[in-house]
């Protein structure tokens, strides 16, 4: 079914679209549902009849939201078996795995159809922007130019846990994708359609018959390797398509394209380089994930070089680079008339070059040196003792940085346009000229973090040791005084013969490492948890003191929403200090968090926190003329600062955003954004516009009165998050009770533990399970919670009108409210008081009762400021919608099923004995032991209970996955 817009509807998301998208999804849905089904009827013919009566009373019941039909429902749910039991929670997770397949299929469509100027959708293209910048707000083209030109979009892949379904399942649901995608193609004969058909219930049987549970804990280098796949399946190849559809736009707008130092975007990554918490981050671990990334960058080069060698056959050339073919050739042994001969190695490939073929010498001299870096970082790799950034130095044939293989390919580049034959320049070695500049041959830079306490204890040691006194025990002021001193000084102040804590001796020898390893591999250091000047410098002297030569730009990252409300004057005393002020040569990076703040002050105080943190860090930079980049630290859920792209920019303060940003792409982010080629080029063509346009039309300033309202319903909002989850004592117990947070390290989703210390309760958990727990058990809690108390005061003291006035004109208060109402459609009471009658004990059911009282009323007061007669009632979000509705009756029977297990588990870990659990009359056959242990060396009933509470997290983790 084709993506066209109807003849009678204007240009724009018409009712047509809309219905074209709302059939396209609902006859996907139905065709991986029914092709499941197929292989799972194949597999489990008996079983096959009970998952269509559950799936059957799970509609019903979602439809009517009748109790009789939950119980019927329950009852089908109890009545299996464990080995039952365990295949039918797998079955619906990979149910809503596959529903995801179909969105992000029908997205990619709307996404292609929306370039091809058939459908347009809310978010604009950098094309559109350019055309509305130049049309409507008069912006000289070459203002705009000269403004892209300088624009660059860091984006930072992280470890952080949030991506449940393992990595040989994703490559299976990508194939599927791409099966669906070719499905949808009008020019396929009957008989690819019925191949096509073949090859999806092939991988749906491929990811059916593949164990889904993640036996072992990732270690960080599994992490880095996994997340270096997008690199090698969407975004290396996929830069260079999207800079030439930049090079047209700018070309629909008279300017010329883009400089060939332009960069667009800079990747990063914080896998193998982030110990915040994390012990199976180590010095060693760190190397190895640069060596694996620059591996990774130096094979996909040279694939693209081994394309060029054979394009380029063309014998006209400069006299500057027949020069260098000429040396080339003097460096090969001489072979008849001229000619040499070279062999690829590990491959029977032999190709003969000649003089006559300059373009071909120079190239293949690329090649030969890009392997030779391949054995050299091979060697380090095998040899921990080996000084990487030595090793490549001192290798005249390896490739030490980026450098020299530009210069020879902007040699070539050159000779080509004094030659007159630009279209060959402007075509395939351009884009190699560009992923050379953009990718380097380190792929993507490797942040380090660590957290603020672990430098403190660093310092403390060396001058403790030294007869200095207790740099722990210092104030402020003499911290500063002490560190400026160090650096000022041109003494040792690291003794050799140091005691050193394990924790001591793991900050030193991270920071001997980075010493060892290629600068231009490094990015920045992150201090988690920062709230000084002085935890700045103490990371500037450890670099300075363990050699680390040029030394990484220092990053402090404010997380709490006191540390929020402190950065500007921990800011303006870095700035204000002459050495520091120096050090940094008019350039700052500073990171805001938003997880931890929505932990510590709920969603809507931190989201005004960091609005005028934002606004505070960027005057305090203008005062003393620094460009200040800021980096956002969001997660996937709303919960974490989640939301569409586009609007996560244009949604900041005005005037914070100039030219340059730095993003997290999280866990499943990272697969939503560049999982696919139209999904990683949509990605970056939202970034690009909206910074573009948050640059140069960034939007006007909230008027006075708004900025009040905001700041008191910030201060409600946290104060009635704060009597929950801090003050009141019951809040602990009925948070672990009713939620499957103490289970969730049972998934082995990241290499890290869920706490960043032993001990402690909800202010040592991390975020992420924070969030997830609450996701669980569909109440999200942590998003919603203070927001009522908010909204209801400003609406009783008659400030209603003031506030949809807000909603209707504030980018910032209406994206925020938007994400809120997606979050309470995902959200379901029903579900929340299963578990609390399963799970919670009597005497806590109050507070679960204040707590469904609490979310209704801030339902209600949501709706009257939006206008809304029941959630997602407004046109533009009809098709989220019915993905909602499409997900409901795959996440119900998981949510069942999880509560029993948790019960089981629960019984078993006070002690009741398995057998008074296991059902009197079942009598598991070999097959269906083999099943529900699975290897484990544990009871079979013990070991099928725990892996099916693992797949109903990880299927209910796919349900209310961002959907918006």
């Known amino acids: 079914m084709a993506l066209s817009r109807a003849p009678s509807q204007s240009l724009g998301i018409s009712s047509y679209a809309l219905e074209v998208n709302q059939a396209l999804l609902k006859e996907d849905d139905d065709l991986l549902r029914q092709t499941f089904l ?57 149910l809503l795995n596959l529903h995801n397949v179909t969105e992000e299929s029908i997205t990619a469509r709307v996404e292609k159809a929306a370039r091809l100027g058939e459908v347009e959708q809310a978010t604009r293209s950098t094309n559109k922007s350019l055309q509305r910048l130049v049309s409507k707000l008069q912006i000289k083209p070459e203002d705009i130019y000269a403004a892209l030109c300088s624009q660059t979009v860091d984006l930072v892949f992280t470890a952080h846990p949030t991506q449940a379904t393992r990595q040989s399942m994703l490559k299976k649901y990508g194939e599927i994708r791409h099966a669906m995608d070719r499905l949808h193609n009008t020019r396929l004969s009957n008989y690819e359609r019925l191949e096509t058909l073949d090859e999806i219930r092939s991988q749906v049987q491929g990811a059916w018959r593949t164990d889904e549970i993640r036996r072992r804990k990732p270690t960080p280098q599994d992490e880095s390797r996994e997340g270096l796949t997008y690199f090698h399946e969407t975004i290396y190849s996929g830069l260079p398509v999207f800079l030439r559809r930049i090079d047209t736009a700018l070309k629909n707008v008279g300017q010329p394209p883009l400089p060939l130092d332009a960069k667009l975007f800079s990747f990063g990554a914080w896998m193998g380089g982030d110990r915040d918490g994390n012990p199976f981050v180590t010095p060693d671990t760190t190397r190895d994930v640069v060596i694996g990334a620059r591996l990774s960058a130096v094979t996909l080069m040279t694939e693209q070089i081994e394309k060029l060698i054979y394009e380029l056959s063309i014998w006209r050339a400069s006299p500057e680079l027949k020069e260098r073919a000429k040396q080339v050739q003097a460096r090969h042994a001489a072979g008849a008339e001229g000619e040499f001969l070279e062999t690829k190695k590990n491959t029977y490939d032999v190709v003969f070059m000649s003089i006559n073929e300059p373009f071909r010498l120079v190239l293949s001299d690329i090649r030969a040196r890009l392997q030779r870096t391949k054995d050299v970082l091979h060697h380090c790799l095998e040899h921990s003792a080996v000084n990487v950034h030595e090793a490549l130095e001192s290798d005249p044939e390896a490739y030490a940085d980026e450098v020299e293989l530009l210069a020879t390919l902007r040699l070539c580049y050159d000779s080509l346009i004094s030659t007159g034959d630009v279209h060959i320049a402007n075509s395939k070695l351009l884009d190699v000229l560009r992923q050379a500049r953009i990718f380097g041959l380190c792929l993507c830079k490797l942040d380090i973090r660590q957290e603020s306490v672990k430098h403190t204890e660093a310092i403390d040691a060396i001058t403790t040791y030294l007869g200095l006194g207790s740099y722990k025990e210092w104030d402020e002021g003499k911290r500063m005084e002490f560190l400026v001193n160090e650096l000022i000084g041109k003494r040792p102040l690291l003794p050799p013969d140091l005691p050193m804590t394990p924790e001591v001796a793991d900050v030193v ?49 404010f997380e709490t929403l006191d540390d929020l409300q402190y950065a500007e004057t921990a800011m303006r005393q870095l700035y204000s200090n002459p050495w520091y002020f120096n050090h940094i040569k008019g350039k700052q990076e500073v990171m805001i968090g938003y997880s931890d703040s929505g932990k510590d002050a709920g969603r809507l105080a931190a989201a005004w926190g960091l609005y005028e943190v934002q606004e505070a860090l960027t005057k305090v930079a203008d005062e003393y003329s620094v460009h200040m980049t800021l980096f956002h630290g969001r997660g996937g859920t709303v919960g974490r600062g989640g939301g569409p792209a586009h609007l996560a920019v244009l949604s900041q303060p005005p005037g914070t955003i100039r030219g340059t940003i730095r993003v997290t792409v999280q866990g499943e982010v990272m697969e939503q954004q560049f999982g696919e080629k139209e999904s990683a080029f949509h990605t970056m063509d939202l970034y690009t516009s909206a910074v573009l346009e948050a640059t140069l039309a960034p939007t006007q300033e909230p008027p006075e009165l708004w900025r009040d309202t905001m700041k008191e319903m910030a201060s409600t909002s946290c104060d009635g998050y704060r009597a929950v989850v801090r003050e009141d004592d019951r809040f602990v117990s009925f948070f672990q009770s009713i939620t499957p947070v103490n289970e969730l390290g049972r998934m082995n989703i990241g290499s890290r533990p869920a706490k960043r210390r032993s001990h402690g309760s909800i202010d040592t958990l991390r975020a992420i399970p924070w969030i997830f727990a609450w996701t669980q058990v569909r ?38 409210l938007d994400m809120l109402e997606m979050v309470f459609a995902k959200a379901d009471p029903r579900v929340v008081k299963m578990y609390e009658r399963a799970l919670v004990q009597p005497e806590l059911h109050g507070l679960g009762d204040e707590l469904l009282a609490k979310f209704q009323e801030t339902e209600r007061g949501l709706l009257t400021v939006m206008k809304h007669s029941r959630l997602l009632s407004s046109s533009s979000t009809a098709f989220l919608q019915q993905k909602l509705q499409l997900r409901a009756p795959y996440v119900a029977p998981l949510n069942i099923l999880q509560v029993s ?36 060396e544990k009871h079979p009933f013990v070991a099928g209970i725990e892996d099916t509470m693992i797949i109903t997290m990880k299927g209910i983790a796919a349900g209310m996955q961002n959907t918006g």
């Open 38 to 94: 197929s292989v799972f009827r194949e597999h489990h013919p008996q079983l096959a009849n009970k998952v269509d009566v559950i799936f059957a009373l799970a509609q019903a019941w979602c439809m009517s939201e009748s109790d009789s039909d939950f119980e019927m429902l329950e009852k089908r749910l109890e009545a299996l078996t464990p080995d039952e039991t365990i295949l039918v929670s797998s079955a619906f997770s990979q």
């Open 509 to 557: 020898g991270t920071f001997r490492m980075l010493a060892q390893l290629p600068n231009d591999s490094l990015g920045a250091y992150i201090i988690s948890m920062a709230h000084t000047a002085s935890d700045v410098l103490a990371v500037v002297l450890l670099q300075k003191e363990c050699g680390v030569t040029p030394m990484l730009r220092v990053v402090p990252l």
């Open 779 to 816: 109440f999200h809690l942590p998003v919603w919670l203070g927001v009522g108390d908010a909204l209801n005061k400003m609406i009783a003291a008659g400030k209603l009108e003031l506030l949809q006035d807000m909603y209707t004109n504030w980018m910032f208060f209406r994206v925020t």
């Open 901 to 936: 297990c948790l019960k089981l588990l629960r019984s078993i870990e006070g002690g009741a004995p398995v057998e008074a659990l296991v059902p009197a009359d079942y009598k598991p056959s070999e097959k269906a032991v083999a099943l529900l242990s699975r290897g484990a």
